[in-house]
């Protein structure tokens, strides 16, 4: 059974970074594709970006040219690296198999960002 858990959320002011991990068990991970999503208040949950088992990614138009997508195999573990964030990007950022549309069902508890000055 797939497990997600997803760490290094925190309270940043706009333009601040943060790089978040995703470790994934009960999947030969180097062979699905992987994507992040979030959700603000009030809000659905929406893809941010995504990254193919050979490496390609892909992103949401908002966090274009802000964020970057990867993932190291040998370690079972994909990272979104946010820079210039904006108040918008506030949210918790949960990750999935599936570098366009979540897979599985089985949601890991996410990790919060929070844009703020």
């Known amino acids: 059974q797939v497990q997600f858990v997803e760490s290094g959320g925190g309270l940043v002011q706009p333009g601040g970074s943060l790089r978040l991990s995703c470790a994934a068990s009960?999947?030969?991970?180097?062979?699905?594709?992987m994507g992040w999503y979030r959700q603000a208040p009030g809000k659905q949950r929406d893809f941010v970006a995504g990254i193919t088992s050979d490496g390609k990614t892909n992103y949401e138009d908002s966090v274009k040219a802000r964020f970057t997508i990867s993932r190291d195999n040998t370690k079972n573990t994909m990272y979104l690296q946010m820079n210039s964030l904006k108040l918008e990007d506030t949210a918790v950022y949960y990750c999935?198999?599936?570098?366009?549309?979540?897979?599985?069902?089985?949601w890991g508890q996410g990790t919060q960002v929070t844009v703020s000055s």
């Open positions: 009960g999947i030969i991970f180097s062979s699905y594709s």
């Open positions: 999935n198999v599936g570098a366009y549309v979540p897979i599985s069902d089985h």
